[in-house]
Structure formats: C-alpha cells, structure tokens
C-alpha cells in the first residue's frame, strides 16, 4: 500500500531534549533565538537591496534630486533680495531640513517596503508558518532598514555639503536626539502603513510613498506652523515631526539645545508609536480572523 | 501514543458562508494523514488554522503540546510547511534561502542541516543557484528541503506534488519516506491525487461542506462507501456536493 514507506510506525515515542526530539539539529538557545531570527530578515533583505539596483534609487537617486531641489529654491530666493543673514538662513533652514526629513523617509520607507517584498514574493505565508513573530519581522526589516537609512541620509549630507557647503555636522550633538525622535516617527507611520497593507491588501501600497506627501508640508519640515494657512496649523501642532524640526531650526540658528520642543517632539513620537502598534496588532487580528493570507499565497 | 496535532471543534465562517464546521482532527507522532475533500470543503481553512495563520472563530488547536494562538512562535518550531503553488522568494539563491529559514527556526548550523536536505532529495548542486532560474519541481523539491531543515514533528504538505512530473513526484514520495523512517516526523498532506495518497497515508481524512465525512485508513474508508478505491469515493463526494449546490442554487 505504502510506495517507498513503511509500515506504519504507530507514533513510536521519542526521546525529547528542551521540547526537541533527541538526535536532531542542534538549536541556539531560546534566548539567542528571536536576535537570529531578526539577523535572518536584515539579511535577507540586504540581499534584495544588493539584486534589485531599482531599489538603490530610493537611497541614492530621490536624496540627491531632494538636496539638488530643496538646496536650488534657497539659493534662488536668497538671490532675490533682502537681508543677507535671513537669505543664508531660509537656504540653511531648506537644507537642513531635507537631511532631517530623509531620516523620517529612509526609516518609514525601508520597512514599507520590506513588507511589500514579502507580499511581491509570496512569502508571507511561508514566514507566518515559522517560529517568528510580527514585531521580530517588522524588527529585522527595521534593521537593516537602519543601514539603508544610513546610506539615504549621508546621500542627503554629502551633496548638501558638494553643492551648496552646508556641513550638517556643525549643529553639533543637538541633532542626535532630534534624529532619534524623527526616527522613531519613521517607523511608526510605517506601522500605519502596514496596517492598512494587511486590511486592505496590495491595494494600499500607494500609501507607503503617498502618506510622506501629506506629513512633509504639515510636519514643519522646512517652517514653522505660523506659515501654514490657519486652518492647518491645528493639526501641523499635533504633529511630532513639527516639534522636532522646530528643534533643528533653532540649533541652525545656534540658539541653545531646544529641550522644550524636543520634549513636545518625545511625548508625540511616544503617543504616535504606541496608536501605531495598538492600530497594526488590530489589523494584524483582523487578517488572521478574515483568512487575508490568502491573498499572497 | 502521543498527538503531534490536535484540532477539535474547529469552525469558521467566512462572509461567503461557514468553511469549517466542527472539524476534529488529530495527527499522531510518527502518523502520516492526507486531509482530502473536493474543492471548497474547507481543507485549505483547517490546515491554516492549524498552523496558526487563520483564526478559527471556535475550538481549540494543540501542537507538540503548545495551544494557538498564544503559543504560535514555539508550536511552529515543531512544524515545517511546504505548498506546491508557494514560489521561492526572488533575488534569493537556493543556499541563502535555506540558510534563511534554517535561522528562522533557530538552528546553530543551517547551512550543515541545508546540505543534508538537499543532499536528501539529490539537488545538492542547486545550492547557488537563484530561486527564478528552477522549474516547478526544482522549486518544490527546494520548498521540502525548507520545511525539513529543522527534523520537525509535523510536516504539513499543501499539494507537494501538484503539477510535478511523474519522476519528481516520485523522489518527492521518496525522500519524504526516508525522512519519515529515519525521524519519526508526522505528515499531513492534502492532494487531490488520490493514487499518491494512497501510496502515502496510514489514515485519510475526508471533508465536505466543512465537516469530517470519514476518518480512516484508505482500504476501510473506500469500503465504508462501497467504493474500491479513495478517487470513487472522492468522485462520489464531489457529486454529493454538486448536487446539493445544485439544489440550494434552486431554492427560492
């Protein structure tokens, strides 16, 4: 009856060491596994960055045409009269706010796209029926996501530097927590945006990139909430990434550590990732509950 | 004996109408057990459910001891899962693949236990080849070895040999015979090739319309139909339904 099997073994009892059968694999511990499950995902996307020169261009080609954009309009305008001092600074404002806006960009962007790779390659499925969990995923695409940061960014920098010689640097120590605080709001919209990806499918991976577009004139990125017209400077105030760059302005100025709007910057980072995770682990049931896998396999 | 897998009172209801109604299923250490049925009574549902990935919206899932959902991460160290329609990721080779999932699963050496498997199935030389230059079969062959890597308790198959060629299909069989020899791993394995399930299962269970029909070992459950062999009594089964959608489908 049994080709190539044999007879039935009746569930022959094996002996067990830590929950394993004896004989098998030898596993890392428990405590060392969820870190090399994370490691597996970085790398396996370091791969799909190093095979897919398209995905390069997200940190190398759309940070230098940014710099070149944003870094052309002040040299522009500081052309165009008045003060000299006012015209350095609105060129100042305009750059350094593009390096800071690729932090929040390359973070959001990196795990966005992670996701999607793995619905593009069908392998959500394959990954669920695995002892990893949805934060270790969303964790290790962050990861590496952080190298790809690192790259967009210092893009961002150098050119700034190349073509217009604003040196980022000069802001001094101040910006390590404004680039923390504008990291971690990254990777919370891209909880967001994962969330909706697992409701509502392929449907709204438009998001990923469109979701920037409406942060970027709102969250203060190159002004302060003043120049928005009055009925948005309500919601530009709620907005954490508008505390943060308000901070960036001020050490351009060379005014001392902004500890008052970074302080707002922290509490509506903290606020904004805490609904970001609330929101994905409601979608995340939702997909479960509704069989959505389906829809990548 | 031991229960690697023990499902009881599943059910689930899509917007469509109920998938899976009150299924009971259990896979015994060591037990190799097709889950058949025609299509859309509910094989797909309770084999996800069972691995965690669908939530059933009543009754209980154990596996090598671990309850779903709450003990999904650890109960999935004891599983491995292949599918014949699951493509290999892209930009990926063969060895990177395996090394992947090997880490996913918290082995120390993937790359020893990726050699083994590939060795195991006789496509050791695909190793560095990249996961879009492999045919169907290759790609199946690979997505065993994946779901191998580990020596699980419990291997669910989703159609492994679908669409494969009659050779490959055999080493496919083949392989999965010595592993189950050598390891004592469990099978649960769906096919709509009833000739294979025969050559493979100890025990089939048959579903329809979301609930158990039979529960058997092959020869028992096609007499207990007055069949010959499990295509009739899948034949029979596929009509039954065909005629009650008919039927339905009449209704004012």
């Not at chain 2, 580990?150 to 009659?166: F, G, I, N, Y």
Request: hydrophobic residues 50%; proline residues 5%.
């Amino acid at each position: 009856m049994t080709e190539g099997f044999g007879e039935p073994q009746g569930g022959a009892p094996m002996s067990r060491v830590d929950g394993f059968a004896a004989g098998g694999p030898a596993r890392v511990s428990p405590e060392l596994a969820p870190w090399l499950r994370m490691w597996a995902i970085a790398r396996r996307h370091a791969y799909v960055l190093l095979r897919s020169p398209h995905r390069l261009f997200d940190v190398t080609v759309w940070p230098l045409v940014d710099t070149v954009l944003f870094g052309s309009l002040g040299v522009f305008f500081a052309r165009q009269g008045g003060p000299a001092s006012a015209a350095q600074a609105g060129v100042a404002y305009l750059l350094s706010g593009i390096v800071l806006w690729h932090v929040v960009y390359q973070a959001q962007i990196a795990v966005s796209t992670g996701f999607m790779e793995e619905t593009w390659s069908r392998n959500l499925l394959s990954l669920m029926v695995t002892p990893l969990r949805e934060l270790e995923l969303v964790a290790g695409v962050a990861l590496f996501g952080l190298a790809k940061l690192v790259m967009g960014v210092g893009v961002v920098a150098l050119a700034a530097f190349a073509f217009y010689a604003f040196d980022v640097t000069t802001l001094g120590l101040g910006l390590l927590p404004v680039i923390a605080v504008l990291l971690m709001v990254g990777w919370a919209i891209s909880l967001f945006v994962v969330g909706l990806m697992l409701r509502f499918g392929n449907g709204a991976e438009a998001l990923a990139w469109g979701i920037m577009f409406v942060v970027m004139p709102l969250g203060g990125v190159f002004y302060p909430v003043e120049a928005l017209p009055p009925l948005l400077q309500p919601i530009s105030a709620l907005l954490p990434t508008t505390h943060a760059f308000a901070a960036g302005r001020q050490l351009v100025d060379g005014g001392p550590m902004p500890w008052g709007e970074l302080a707002l910057a922290a509490v509506g980072t903290v606020i904004a990732t805490g609904a970001a995770l609330v929101f994905l682990a409601w979608m995340l049931r939702v997909f479960r509950r509704r069989g959505y896998v389906t829809r990548y396999s | 004996m031991s229960d690697v897998l023990r499902a009881r009172g599943l059910l689930k209801t899509y917007r469509r109408g109920r998938a899976v109604d009150g299924v009971d299923l259990t896979v015994r250490r060591g037990e190799r057990v097709a889950l058949l049925g025609p299509n859309g009574a509910g094989k797909t549902t309770t084999l996800l459910m069972c691995l965690g990935v669908v939530e059933p919206d009543g009754g209980t899932i154990e596996i090598a001891g671990h309850r779903l959902p709450g003990g999904r991460s650890a109960a999935m160290a004891h599983v491995g899962f292949a599918a014949g329609y699951l493509p290999l990721p892209e930009r990926l080779r063969v060895g990177e693949y395996l090394r992947m999932f090997g880490q996913l699963y918290g082995l120390a050496d993937p790359e020893t236990q990726a050699r083994r498997g590939l060795e195991r199935f006789d496509i050791l030389h695909l190793a560095r080849a990249m996961g879009t230059e492999l045919s169907s079969g290759q790609k199946t062959l690979v997505g065993i070895v994946k779901s191998t890597l580990h020596d699980p308790e419990l291997l669910v198959l989703d159609e492994p040999t679908a669409s494969l060629d009659p050779d490959v299909a055999r080493r496919v069989r083949t392989g999965l015979a010595a592993l189950c020899e050598e390891r004592g791993t469990a099978l649960l394995v769906t096919s709509h090739n009833m000739l294979e399930v025969e050559r493979i299962a100890q025990r089939v269970v048959f579903l329809s319309a979301g609930r158990v029909v039979a529960d058997g070992p092959p020869d028992q459950v096609a007499a207990r139909f007055g069949r010959d062999d499990l295509e009739e009594v899948f034949l029979h089964l596929a009509s039954q339904r065909q005629a009650s959608e008919h039927t339905e489908g009449l209704r004012p």
